[in-house]
């Protein structure tokens, strides 16, 4: 057993078991876990978790949007994503007029290739669902290891990403037969819409009504339809970013119906509330879905912690002050999105293992295992164990730190949690190996990560 | 008390009373219940049920539709009707483009004032949700004797009549100030237009993908949705022709919740199933939505057994063999409609009544109490009670009648229940004291019926 | 038509309709119902409802209890009934050691009869349920006119009166076959005694133990595990005085199931709560169950309304200050009870219907109508309809009464109400076509009362 | 590192993870795992699953009862653990009139230690509730190494084992200030106990009258109330041996309640039904609860799926046919128990993994995480972990077996599975770093065995 490194000493977290052991790596492996390993090097991680490295399924780096391109790119991003602890992320590659789909992947891929610092895989974003051959395109994208297709936008009817009704339907169809997740952002477009020119032809433009104009019901109505849909197809749903407490009504009661759904939150609609849009610099905050009331938050808690509710991603979509503030006081034309890779890991530990609402098992299983299972990088990515990606996060539960964005790697100068204690921070982050993150600082190379192709049949079994 | 007919010996029949007595009627109005009352005419009802007149709140008379007109036009239909026991209909007035609501009421009133047999009432039909004067249209409505506005079609996009989510739920916010139903046509449009495009362009034209093309989700997405957005706007829904068990459950979950929704059903749903397209004249048989399977049967009849469902209407539209001929084997051109006001009260007594489902008040309750307290026409209709319009069905519970199209009023030259056996059948009808109709026969005449103002604020009480 | 008694110009109100008519009256039926009648004698009913008289279907007179005997007796307390607009009680035979049940019931019958005021009925209290003859001995009694089985406690197992649960679960299997209902008191015999052992022996004697040693989840358990039985017996099910929140849901979940349980709450549960024990006289308030707390008063409401909870009874069990005092200190001596049948119209209609929680109808339901029709009264009891008995209690709803004992006819020297401001009283109650109160003055006689012989098989149709 | 003895090549297979890996085993626990490592002996478990050994938390050895005595001793019954891969098996310490619970415990080790072939708990059996000191006693017994408190027998009057609901309600308001486990067999003892009596004196004795005295509904009752008592109390609620589909709703809600209940069910319940009675040797089969219906199977395979269902224990109670034959003809003295320990894993792998219910990662959290996780035995037992006791079961999931009474190590003459085809079979045993069984036979050493001591708090979060 030739090992390259040792983490010794530390308490190794899985998603069920706690214990404390040295691992040892070599070639990028797990290969050992015991007591008194030696190998060429060695990280003492005393009073450590030492747990898989975070896996973000929901990150979109440079994205252009909003006539500006979003401020984290591939290189950024990741390097944000190793300081933080997560070792993978996902990324979208959106189809736009004219490109096929392999296209598209193709073309996401050079974007990506070369830039990114921790291992990356990519959705496919069909946006052409009235195209004859997108169900062999799907097929194609599966082979090519990309088995989940997000975002099914069931709003952005202008830009022409909308998928109807019939055509999510169609989609659910082909998701079983081919063991996909059809991942969706569900939105009831008509009353957003409505109401956004409504509010923007009364003058009523401020950050706030970014929120009023995407009241709870336009999310619970969708995820309700969606759900019913995936019924009807026997498919299988995937939520992004769902915000409300009526979405986690809905989801609860169609998996207890037996239907395939599951769904994803984010750290900001865990721990902040809409009223940051009441604020001075309140359009900063704004991403799609908004910021919800107490009440919302209270309601994904409690879904994290029954179960009804199995990931939680970043929905990473950095934009600087700057590109804040070209909104000119309309929120309509504010770039939604929020950084956020970089947070998830300490975010989640103190607000969920320090504040009581779960284990620190659960919590690797939500930020990392889950994640993995659904999406098909298990058991090479998500887990501690001999076989798997040497991808790892070594936490340190006792440090506190207080959030700066003047102390991260990402590209954004601010915050959304700007201030907030943190209980718990990542040490040293591992990714294939190589020591990535040390401290919040990256100490590896541009480039080091790679494309990982996943497999289709996901799952994630019952509740857990 | 000057009487000028005594119906005598029969068993008078409530929502929730049934005991012998006589009623004395004089100048269209019930004036005395009692024993051994006298007036200058006497009916012996012996034997009989003494019943409120049945009130469908659902027929489309000489309604233009698919290229053609309904063929029971407003004399004949109502004629039809009161042969049916039923005293009261009520119709549509849909606006069609450029007209404004009260010029559509007018021009419906002139259609059909003079001509109808028995009373009548018209729900307004807006199809111009983003004209930004409708809300006041529909108060004028209001003051002008309807309080409902009807059918909201979540369906029908190509006619321009649908309206959309955000359409939907500002009208539900809207009734809600004016105390009004909103009477919703739910089915998806998205998906059950597509899957209609899908089948003709694979030259599946027959009867049968009627059905297909409609499958109960489409029906139950668009109640679920129609429910999330009465409940976000605290308004009033009425779930019109309902078809499915899966709208049966929403409903019921719906009421739980505290949310203001109703419901009705129709005849041909409680008792015909969609095994009969597949026959030579399936398209016959062509509604919408269309028929279902035994156990949407099931389940519809437990709605009105628990209270779930509270009336039944017919959604009469009536079309001739040689109306519905005209789809020349192309199931999206067949007119869509059966006929039914005049078998309401026969049907439903023989699957309800006889069928052990439900009491003969139960029955009362569902074809005459509860659509007049819903619609603002009770204590005018709806009851026998003094003071109440004379509007009474002495109904012969014993009387067996072989279904036959050709014993019938309607213009129709076949009937859905053809052969059918039934238990049960109006005697005589009596509309505003005049006796209209006599074992099925028409007695009464043409222009008698009167439309009648109706009442904002109609409600029926919990679960009764 | 010969009509001895005429109430003209009033509002006549039943379980379903409300209109203005004239009642007549002869040989103490109600013989026509009309306007412009005329009679020997008229009432000018003139902004009265005009209602069927209360049917209160628990009451306790002369019972012997806890060493001495209530204090309302069978003359006095129908006497209060009549004041308050209550036309028929029913009281309970309740078995003794070697006593027959027939035996029971005669016995029973000796005491009332020539005493009553008003009509009444039975419930047949067997308590000897190991009796292998117990099943002959109900179907005697259901021949006698008697029904319903009444109370088969879960709890007073010391008194002998306790029915084990499987005792309970072969009556609820008879009660099928002799389509009678089994009333149950349920609370959990071995937490309430043991927690009053505990009490005692711990010094804790005040009157608020009465209710510490009762909490609420030892009658929501007994009324689960009543309905768990029914379910497995496919009987009927009755639950006497519910008081808690708990037992609500589960009534409402069990007649979901379609299992067949009713529920009776009484006016003191629904506006009186257990502080009321921490008073002076705090010892006074005691009944069984205890009062409870105001979200269980919500809870009961919100069951009325939504017809979970059927009929209101009073259970009323009068004991005086004096015998009230007789405790000593010791809330386990304290004669158990309440005055009350003469205060359920007025009370009921002040919270209720004023309240705005229901409609003049459902009061009429919740008094009168339902617990006529579950106890097989009806439609001799329970409505205003042409045949049935001249049981009217012309209601005053305008009339503002200060609640004063002194002024009632209760032989009972406090109130539990005493200065509640009633809105709405009795101003007429009318017994088979006399008049025997007037503006709660007994104005009738002595033994004018009979004994009504009850039919099987009463039930309430779905919620209603 | 000193390794006594690897495992290599096997599929090692834990609650959350499935990955191929060597183990390497020191000092009876594990020290390493990873590939590649050497050891002074070793196993070749290619092909096979490498899986911590089954925890069984419901055994009864030589257990008095009904006048005879289990047949399976400690050293028997243990050595037929480990033959099917077991390696802890809790038994119960019932306390006999007069003994002090400490007095019971100690008098229970010296009949378990130096026979024992496996780690082995035990649960405290309190019989004297009404003993003001029990809750001293607890306290006690959990310093000793037992946090739980079994069987609370809701049954059992005569044998003077029964807690009243009193007693429960109490012992599950300690459970809470201890951290401790209430474990309860849950059978309405009023209904079955008349049944029984009643089914004697009618002459009908067959062993179907077993399960004829045993409706479903005393089980389901019994556990709605132990949740109800549970939720009062806010202890911690464990249900032993739970046979019915009503049992697994009422765990279902009371979890989705937030109230702390967990269940365990067993292999007979799963694959076996109640026709077996009617058979030659029904006898045979009787256990308590008895087998149920397919239904019932059903339900307990869904809540196992779906999170309802915790553990899996066996309730291995085992009686000879010489035993079972004590009976002469009367059901009420069969001495009720099956054999079962040696059978649980083969037998719920084959119905449950390749039957396709649940993955084997389920599998070891049904049989072995779970049950140490609760039970307070975790880390120590229940996974494969470094630091974690070598407690190992080699599993093939490919061999095939037919059941065969002849070829197992129990006392027994017969086995309920007889005949049954079995896929998956464990292949080697280790205990504590020992081979203590190899193809079904035996080859440790009496008394190898060690009392374990469990700690309080222990729990599964969520519904994993």
């Not at 940051?276 to 309601?299: I, M, S, V």
């Not at 770039?335 to 293992?353: D, F, I, Q, R």
């Not at 090479?380 to 936490?395: E, M, N, P, R």
């Amino acid at each position: 057993m030739d090992m390259d490194l040792v983490i010794k000493n530390g308490e190794i977290v899985t998603a069920s078991d706690t214990y404390e052991a040295d691992i040892g790596i070599g070639s990028g492996k797990i290969v050992a876990i015991g007591r008194g390993l030696e190998g060429n090097e060695t990280i003492d991680a005393k009073g450590m978790h030492v747990m898989p490295g975070g896996v973000d399924a929901h990150v979109h780096l440079q994205l252009p949007f909003c006539g500006t391109v979003s401020a984290d790119d591939f290189e950024n991003g990741t390097r944000a994503a190793a300081c933080g602890g997560v070792t993978t992320v996902i990324d979208f590659a959106i189809q736009s007029a004219g490109k096929t789909l392999m296209e598209t992947i193709e073309a996401r891929r050079k974007e990506a290739d070369g830039k990114v610092c921790v291992d990356y895989g990519l959705h496919a974003g069909i946006t052409n669902w009235k195209n004859p051959g997108v169900w062999d395109e799907m097929e194609e994208a599966v082979r090519y290891g990309i088995p989940s297709f997000n975002e099914i936008f069931m709003v952005y009817r202008k830009e022409g990403w909308i998928a109807d009704d019939y055509d999510l339907w169609q989609a659910l169809v082909v998701s079983r037969k081919l063991g996909v997740l059809i991942c969706v952002h569900a939105e009831n477009v008509f009353v957003t819409e409505s109401l956004t020119e409504k509010y923007l032809s009364e003058g009523k433009t401020s950050a706030y009504y970014h929120a009023l104009s995407r009241p709870n019901f336009t999310e619970g109505e969708a995820i309700q339809r969606a759900i019913t849909l995936a019924e009807a197809a026997q498919g299988n749903l995937f939520i992004v970013h769902m915000s409300t407490k009526e979405g986690v009504k809905a989801v609860a009661e169609g998996r207890k119906r037996g239907i395939s759904v599951s769904a994803e939150t984010c750290p900001h609609y865990l721990v902040l509330t809409d009223d940051l849009f009441k604020g001075e610099n309140g359009h900063y905050y704004a991403t799609c879905p908004p910021l919800r009331k107490q009440e919302d938050c209270a309601g994904l808690w409690a879904g994290l912690v029954d179960g009804s509710v199995q990931t939680i991603g970043t929905d990473t979509c950095t934009f600087t002050t700057e590109q804040k503030n070209m909104w000119e006081g309309d929120f309509t034309k504010i770039p939604y999105g929020l950084p956020g890779v970089e947070n998830l890991l300490p975010v989640l530990h103190t607000a969920g293992v320090n504040g009581g609402k779960f284990s620190i098992n659960k919590f690797v299983r939500l930020v990392s295992t889950n994640p993995a299972k659904l999406f098909g990088l298990y058991p090479q990515k998500g887990t501690i164990a001999v076989g798997s990606d040497a991808d790892i996060c070594i936490f340190d539960p006792n440090r506190k730190v207080v959030m700066d964005y003047r102390e991260l790697q990402t590209n954004c100068d601010w915050s959304p949690y700007q201030g907030m204690k943190l209980n718990g921070y990542p040490a040293i982050t591992i990714s294939r190996g190589e020591v990535v993150a040390r401290d919040g600082k990256f100490v590896g190379k541009e480039g080091w990560g790679r494309f990982v192709k996943r497999k289709a049949g996901g799952h994630i079994e019952s509740n857990c």
